[in-house]
Nanobody, 123 residues
Framework: QVQLVESGGGLVQAGGSLRLSCAASGRTFSSHAMEWFRQAPGKEREFVAAIRWSGGSIYYANSVKGRFTISRDNAKNTVYLQMNSLKPEDTAVYYC????????????????WGKGTLVTVSS
C-alpha cells in the first residue's frame, strides 16, 4: 500500500523557518516526481515545488522561489521542503504528492497524495 506521510508543520512567526518531511513507502518511486502542493482556506490547491527521484531536476512556484528548497534522501525514501523567510500568505495545509514520469504543476495529475500537514505563519 502506497503511503506518503507528511510531518513538520506547525506555528511559526513571519520570517521564521520550518522543514517539512514526506516519508514515502509502499512502492518504488524512482520513476516519479515528488511534489509539494499547498491549500489555503478558501483557495485552490496550488503547486509549490517538485523534484525527480532520479536525476534531481527541481522546479519551484514563483511565489516560493528563493525562499523554499526541495530535496530528497534516497536512502530514507524521504522528500523535504525547507521553508525560510516565511510569510503569513504561506499559511496553508501542505501536501506531499507523487506523479509517475515528469513533474506537473497540476494537482489533478498526481497519482498519490499524503494527508497534509498544517503550516501557520503569524504576522
Amino acid at each position: 500500500q502506497v503511503q506518503l506521510v507528511e510531518s513538520g508543520g506547525g506555528l511559526v512567526q513571519a520570517g521564521g523557518s520550518l522543514r517539512l518531511s514526506c516519508a514515502a513507502s509502499g512502492r518504488t518511486f524512482s520513476s516519479h516526481a515528488m511534489e509539494w502542493f499547498r491549500q489555503a482556506p478558501g483557495k485552490e490547491r496550488e503547486f509549490v515545488a517538485a523534484i525527480r527521484w532520479s536525476g534531481g531536476s527541481i522546479y519551484y512556484a514563483n511565489s516560493v522561489k528563493g525562499r523554499f528548497t526541495i530535496s530528497r534522501d534516497n536512502a530514507k525514501n524521504t522528500v523535504y521542503l525547507q521553508m525560510n523567510s516565511l510569510k503569513p500568505e504561506d499559511t496553508a495545509v501542505y501536501y506531499c504528492a507523487a506523479k509517475h514520469g515528469s513533474y506537473s504543476s497540476s494537482y489533478g495529475a498526481m497519482n498519490y497524495w499524503g494527508k497534509g500537514t498544517l503550516v501557520t505563519v503569524s504576522s
